[in-house]
């Protein structure tokens, strides 16, 4: 069974900064893609950033670029998010996901491509 634990999330100020983890069990690690999404309320899931398996590609949202940084420990069975200069917008819950079909066709920004997903974690930035 697989699973996505997410931690780190919390309230921040406009700013600031909070490093999101995500620990993963049940797959072997280094052959995951891993993403990260976030939805705030009323508004439907988006992506923020993704790491291939090799660790070695990054892609962000326009949104993000810049302030956030994608990284994984393959010894941890991890990937975490920093986010840097967090913005009231940022607010949201926070959803670590897997993709393990290793396809070269994934950009890795949709959410369909992923197999699992953890259960979120809450960012809240006030202004």
């Known amino acids: 069974q697989v699973q996505l634990v997410e931690s780190g999330g919390g309230l921040v100020q406009a700013g600031g900064s909070l490093r999101l983890s995500c620990v993963v069990s049940?797959?072997?690690?280094?052959?995951?893609?891993m993403g990260w999404f976030r939805q705030a309320p009323g508004k439907e899931r988006e992506f923020v950033a993704a790491?291939?398996?090799?660790?070695?590609?990054?892609y962000y949202a326009e949104s993000v670029k810049g302030r956030f940084t994608i990284s994984r420990d393959n010894a941890k069975n991890a990937v975490y998010l920093q986010m840097n200069s967090l913005k009231p917008e940022d607010t949201a819950v926070y959803y670590c996901?897997?993709?393990?079909?290793?396809?070269?066709?994934?950009?890795?920004?949709?959410?369909?491509?992923?197999?699992?997903w953890g259960q979120g974690t809450q960012v809240t930035v006030s202004s």
């Open positions: 996901a897997a993709e393990e079909s290793g396809s070269s066709g994934y950009i890795l920004r949709r959410l369909y491509e992923y197999d699992y």
């Open positions: 790491i291939r398996r090799s660790g070695g590609i990054t």
């Open positions: 049940g797959r072997t690690f280094s052959s995951l893609s």
